[in-house]
């Protein structure tokens, strides 16, 4: 059966969990003006990779990412895959421990940073033993519940905008090439579709949906960016350390019971966080089962997750969480860029030789 | 007195309703075994005698092998007994030493059709099923009439005999569910189903399992409206309901009666299910959310006067919330299990007296007053009962998250709920699943 809506959910919630705490910061920190000449430049090479993905996978109907890579030598998969899986790891701790101190910070300060790790961490964990589908039907349950909600919000957010503040439009520069923000700011792109390698045959999906659901997505880039641009204008919003919540925060309504509408907004997006931390979590277990076997994969979850939930707890503050972010950037890039590559690569020789 | 009597005799030594009653059929002596209690003995003889007697002006040596042929079939003493038990008549003849099996006129012991009783319907057809099964399968047959609808029926149980059918439409159900259904109740032949739980248990549900496998309904449409969807039903006798199987989240919502109404009305009363049961889930943990935990989300004059109401209120909002939604369970249960007449006063002490005097005893809050009944109010919108018990179930969970967590631990609370439904699978089709039309589940 065709799941492709439960896959694209999936992947929008995602992505949306990845655009709007960090991405409008880093974009704004790498530039200071033409702000949609780096975005523009990564969302052409996020959908130009993700193409590669999918049609390399596509060339391999009957095997996912790890049957493809093993046609390699046993070793020789291990040595590709490692760096995915080293990134898999990395990233589930910097989400978890980066959300969990942006609650903290903006929403629950009386709560210890603890307490919400512990809570995001047993929920991607229960969620990732029950396996991909659950994940998948949770993603499409949880997107009809929210989404509209998150729609709404972004809609309410046009009522303080100045469209000067868009200006100046160009950039003849490209400045933002030389700044490291630019390149942490690829975490928004990086991560999120590459568990369609690793989705069993058996869940179907259609490739040209999800490309045509990426195309649905890239408006919210640009949102997240332009948004707190144009109400505060750059010289301000490149001070904030949250430029979107902060935009969120500053919307009055009249009608409405509630003066920080932004709470809802912002914590459904942890909830999405939680989601593709199970997702996380999912993927790299099965990396591990591979590697290890022996131990069922709902136990490698639980060791994960009790080894990350141990490393976040050791990582002290936000600045400690950004470096993380920064270190993690050639993994990064490897996951975005050299996957889809090798797989695409594979496939081509693979049908030549057929 | 030949042995095989005596062994029956044996066995129903202590029931008085047990009768042997010598009868002549065309001329020959024979013995009829029954129940009094099920069996009506009187008409039955009549109709035996009359269909021997207008049968003996033709012929009687003919007429009497006939009968014997015709309308018995040869049973042993164990058959014998199951068939009493059942309700049959046993025709023992002296003479050939032979137990023949008859269909006697039972005595009435099932009320008739009327409306069902726990659901309501509006402007749709107001019959409902009864404790019998096999007029419950003559309902749906009524209404289905076609010769793809299989019925298959089977006697369950080790001592206390059940019996349990089948019906489902031959080119839409899916076979692989069947398959699994026919299965789990062949190995399972044995277990006694006094009540529904056992059902549960032998179809393989687990014991803590919130979710169960069936939608239990009384009214014919959903039923019949469940086989054009490919579903099948389960009667089991006894129960004044059909087990539609399997039972899906959306059953939640969309009920078969919804569709006599035009499009656009059966789309927004949709909806306002979908709403009662967020409401139900939101609510509660909203206010204890709000107030104890993040206030400073709410519009300030609002914030200042949920203080106000709550000043003086000894305890937190988790406490105070548990009280009462505690004591709406109560008024609940009890409703159900007093006399018709008792039932609107309980609801008046409770929903007036203890609101009241619980709010001027400054033990809770004006708006939580609000909230239950909100909450409680909206728990009803959802279809079928058992729905709305999952609902009032899992509304605690995020009470729960919600007072510890806040607006994250609602929100947290509902990710759990829908990973929970996401992760059950009833007989292997997904509970999260939508039925889509004609045809199949999935």
Redesign the interface.
């Known amino acids: 059966?065709d799941k492709s809506l439960q896959v694209i959910c999936m992947g929008l919630m995602s992505h949306f969990g990845l655009i709007f705490f960090i991405y409008p910061e880093r974009i704004i920190a790498s530039t200071q003006k033409g702000h949609w000449e780096p975005i523009l430049i990564q969302c052409v090479i996020f959908i130009l990779f993700l193409w590669l993905y999918l049609k390399g996978l596509s060339y391999f109907p009957k095997q996912d990412i790890i049957g493809i890579l093993k046609t390699l030598g046993k070793a020789f998969s291990f040595t590709l895959l490692f760096p995915v899986l080293l990134y898999l790891i990395i990233t589930t701790i910097e989400l978890v421990s980066a959300y969990a101190e942006v609650?903290n910070i903006i929403?629950?300060a009386?709560?210890p940073t603890w307490?919400?790790i512990t809570?995001m961490i047993l929920?991607s964990t229960?969620?990732a033993v029950?396996?991909i589908?659950?994940?998948l039907?949770?993603a499409?349950?949880?997107f009809c519940?929210?989404f509209p909600l998150i729609l709404l919000t972004l809609l309410i957010c046009f009522q303080d905008v100045d469209w000067h503040n868009a200006f100046p439009i160009m950039d003849t520069g490209f400045n933002f090439f030389r700044e490291p923000p630019f390149y942490t700011s690829f975490f928004s792109f990086a991560i999120v579709f590459s568990f369609l390698g690793f989705i069993p045959k058996k869940i179907s999906y259609n490739s040209k949906k999800i490309m045509f659901a990426v195309f649905f997505l890239i408006p919210f880039f640009f949102l997240s960016v332009y948004l707190p641009l144009l109400t505060f204008g750059n010289e301000t919003a490149s001070t904030l350390l949250f430029p979107f919540i902060t935009t969120l925060d500053k919307v009055q309504l009249q009608w409405?019971?509630?003066?920080?509408?932004t709470?809802?907004f912002a914590?459904?997006l942890?909830?999405f966080i939680?989601?593709l931390t199970s997702l996380l979590l999912w993927q790299s277990s099965i990396i591990m089962s591979q590697y290890i076997p022996g131990l069922k994969q709902k136990y490698h979850i639980v060791v994960l997750s009790v080894s990350i939930f141990i490393i976040c707890l050791c990582i002290p503050s936000w600045q400690e969480t950004e470096k993380l972010l920064w270190w993690n950037t050639a993994f990064r890039f490897y996951i975005l860029i050299v996957l889809p590559l090798i797989i695409f690569l594979i496939g081509v020789r693979r049908k030549r030789l057929s | 007195m030949n042995s095989i009597i005596v062994e029956i005799n044996e066995v129903f030594k202590d029931a008085e309703d047990f009768f042997i009653e010598p009868f002549s059929l065309a001329g020959e002596a024979v013995l009829l075994l029954g129940l009094h209690s099920i069996v009506n003995l009187i008409k039955t003889k009549e109709i035996l005698k009359k269909d021997m007697d207008t049968s003996e002006v033709i012929h009687s040596i003919k007429v009497k092998r006939t009968f014997f042929n015709r309308k018995g079939i040869e049973i042993n003493s164990e058959e014998a007994i199951k068939s009493i038990l059942q309700g049959k008549l046993i025709i023992y003849s002296k003479e050939k030493n032979i137990m023949l099996l008859f269909e006697p006129i039972p005595i009435e012991l099932n009320r008739s059709i009327e409306p069902p009783a726990n659901e309501n319907v509006l402007q749709g057809p107001l019959d409902s099923f009864i404790e019998d099964m096999s007029t419950n399968i003559g309902i749906v047959r009524k209404k289905v009439s076609s010769a793809q609808l299989s019925v298959k029926t089977y006697t369950l149980g080790s001592d206390q005999k059940k019996k349990l059918s089948i019906v489902y439409l031959d080119d839409r159900a899916d076979k692989g569910v069947i398959k699994k259904i026919i299965s789990h109740i062949e190995m399972n032949q044995h277990t006694n189903i006094l009540y529904l739980q056992h059902l549960y248990r032998f179809m393989g549900m687990r014991k803590w399992e919130v979710i169960p496998q069936f939608n239990n309904t009384e009214m014919p449409l959903e039923a019949v409206d469940g086989l054009n969807k490919g579903r099948v039903i389960l009667f089991v006798d006894g129960f004044p309901f059909a087990l539609i199987l399997p039972h899906l989240l959306w059953d939640m919502f969309a009920q078969a009666n919804d569709r006599n109404f035009a499009y656009p009305i059966m789309s927004a009363i949709r909806f306002l299910r979908v709403l009662g049961a967020l409401v139900t889930l939101i609510f509660p943990a909203l206010y204890v959310a709000l107030v104890a935990v993040n206030p400073e989300i709410l519009k300030i004059e609002l914030a200042l006067s949920i203080a106000q109401s709550r000043e003086g209120i000894p305890y937190p909002p988790f406490v105070e919330i548990t009280i009462m939604l505690l004591i709406l369970e109560l008024i609940i249960e009890a409703s159900i299990r007093l006399p018709l007449s008792i039932g609107p006063t309980v609801t008046m002490v409770g929903g007036i007296v203890i609101g009241q005097a619980v709010v001027d005893a400054k033990l809770v809050s004006n708006l939580l007053i609000i909230i239950v009944a909100a909450t409680s109010i909206a728990n009803s919108s959802v279809v079928g009962f058992q729905n709305a018990l999952i609902l009032r179930l899992l509304k605690y969970v995020v009470v729960i998250f919600a007072s510890i967590y806040g607006v994250l631990g609602i929100l947290s609370g509902l990710v759990l709920i829908s990973a929970y439904f996401a992760s059950r699978e009833i007989f292997g089709i997904p509970y999260t699943s939508l039925t889509k039309g004609r045809g199949g589940i999935g």
Do not use: C, P, Q, W
């Not at chain 1, 409405?256 to 509408?261: G, N, Q, T, V, W």
């Open positions: 059966m609650t929403f629950l009386n709560t307490a919400i809570l929920i229960y969620i029950k396996g589908e659950t994940i039907r949770t499409l349950l949880i519940i929210f409405l019971i509630f003066d920080r509408a709470l809802f914590l459904s942890v909830t939680m989601l």
